[in-house]
């Protein structure tokens, strides 16, 4: 079984900062199985970007991806104040079918 | 527009099953897996298992096997999910979630692009 390793667990920032979130996998992970998602408190989690580095439908450009292998990486260039918010990485795999990495929350400093 | 519209919360005693649903609009029903994905308060996201709502297949996470069982109905564009014999821990938020397979060039990609609100189940004596 594959674990996907989130760091740091709590990311301190102000808006505008450029944010660097890190997701590592205990085994390769194919590029296009590794997915990451937003969620807000007391919302569904959103989907930011598939296939590692494809951003999803109305998700600004300032959100990129990036990795390979079992080193992945979300980029958030400039914070807004919406984007304070917890991440997590989530690959697709055959057993079990998905797995989460722990979150990494990004926080106002 | 796409959706997933979840049932309401849920109080339940420990040792008592619960069958949360989740309805698709939008989008034709059969062509999606539905995913269960569930959150502790303060916690992390925990994947449970995936059903396809065409061949009625299903595929659960091992910490739920026996206890866990995935249905639909068709005919209302519903998705259930039923968790037997609760304890405290299974307090969470359960989500479902519809799984977005696509091939493009030669890569498959998944991800799971539409998700319900979620429903709180709270087990408690």
């Known amino acids: 079984e594959i674990v996907l390793t989130q760091s740091p667990g709590t990311l301190s920032l102000s808006p505008g900062e450029r944010a660097t979130l890190s997701c590592r996998a205990s085994q390769s992970v194919s590029s296009s199985y590794l997915a990451w998602y937003q969620q807000k408190p007391g919302q569904a989690p959103r989907l930011l970007i598939y296939?590692?580095?494809s951003r999803a439908t109305g998700i600004p450009d300032r959100f990129s991806g990036s990795g390979s292998g079992t080193d992945f990486t979300l980029t958030i260039s400039r914070l807004e104040p919406e984007d304070f918010a917890v991440y997590y990485c989530q690959q697709y795999g055959s057993s079990p079918r998905w797995t989460f990495g722990q979150g990494t929350k990004v926080e106002i400093k | 527009q796409v959706q997933l519209v979840q049932s309401g919360a849920e109080v339940k005693k420990p040792g008592a099953s619960v069958k949360v649903s989740c309805k698709a609009s939008g989008y034709t029903f059969t062509s999606y897996d539905i995913n269960w994905v569930r959150q502790a308060t303060g916690q992390g996201l925990e994947w449970m298992g995936w059903?396809?709502?065409?061949?009625?297949?299903?595929g659960y996470a091992q910490k739920f096997q026996g206890r866990v069982t995935m249905t639909r109905n068709t005919s209302i564009s519903t998705a259930y999910m039923e968790l037997s014999s609760l304890r405290s821990e299974d307090t969470a938020v359960y989500y479902c979630a519809r799984e977005f397979g696509i091939v493009a060039t030669i890569y498959y990609y998944y991800y799971m692009d539409v998700w319900g609100k979620g429903t709180t189940v709270t087990v408690s004596s």
């Open positions: 296939g590692a580095s």
């Open positions: 059903m396809n709502p065409n061949s009625g297949n299903t």
